[in-house]
T-cell receptor, first 112, second 110 residues
């Protein structure tokens, strides 16, 4: 089954404790992206990757890091999380940039 | 000013009515246009995708794109209670940068 898998689905943590949200896709997609979704603001792009070892900033990259060492994986790293990063996060992938994306089921992060 | 504007609703319609949704945008670099549906606690799922001005139809759904006016629309005919969800417009440029609207909550009442 074609899917984008995110882990964990839920996480409550404290300010400053480094965390990683993993994302994996099994569709051999070139393009992967991370979004955060906040009430009234919709989905905002954090980082995206057109291919292995190629990443670019979206609209809200501050406080986040990503890496794309393999085609299937695109982890999101919060080196020093802060409460304003409490949000619902989605990973997505597509064949190429601009193409329709498949989304994961989301990761709800709460940072206290 | 946001690059993509979408009325958040909620939009309430009776079953069987036509649902009309729209977004406006300001960035002429957007080349690809999409509509997604999102149910509570789930990821968005693609409804319609187009990369040119004009109409595209798929079953009960029709998407319209007017690049000259920077305006896109989605129409849902014969709406059903199962169409109750949040609908997101999305746009992308050729370099992979995406922008989403804030989403319109639609409620179809039996």
């Amino acid at each position: 089954e074609a899917q984008v898998t995110q882990n964990p689905r839920y996480l409550i943590t404290v300010t400053g404790k480094k965390l990683t949200v993993t994302c994996s896709q099994n569709m051999n997609h070139e393009y992967m992206s991370w979004y955060r979704q906040d009430p009234g603001l919709g989905l905002r792009q954090i980082y995206y990757s057109m291919n292995v070892e190629v990443t670019d900033k979206g609209d809200v990259p501050e406080g986040y890091k990503v890496s794309r060492k393999e085609k299937r994986n695109f982890p999101l790293i919060l080196e020093s999380p802060s409460p304003n990063q409490t949000s619902l996060y989605f990973c997505a992938s597509s064949l190429a940039g601009g193409q329709p994306q498949h989304f994961g089921d989301g990761t709800r992060l709460s940072i206290l | 000013q946001k690059e993509v504007e979408q009325d958040p609703g909620p939009l309430s319609v009776p079953e069987g009515a036509i649902v009309s949704l729209n977004c406006t945008y300001s960035n002429s670099a957007f080349q690809y246009f999409m509509w997604y549906r999102q149910y509570s606690r789930k990821g968005p799922e693609l409804l319609m995708y187009t990369y040119s001005s004009g109409n595209k139809e798929d079953g009960r759904f029709t998407a319209q794109v007017d690049k000259s006016s920077k305006y896109i629309s989605l129409f849902i005919r014969d709406s059903q209670p199962s169409d109750s969800a949040t609908y997101l417009c999305a746009m992308a440029d050729s370099w992979g940068k995406f922008q989403f609207g804030a989403g319109t909550q639609v409620v179809v009442t039996p």
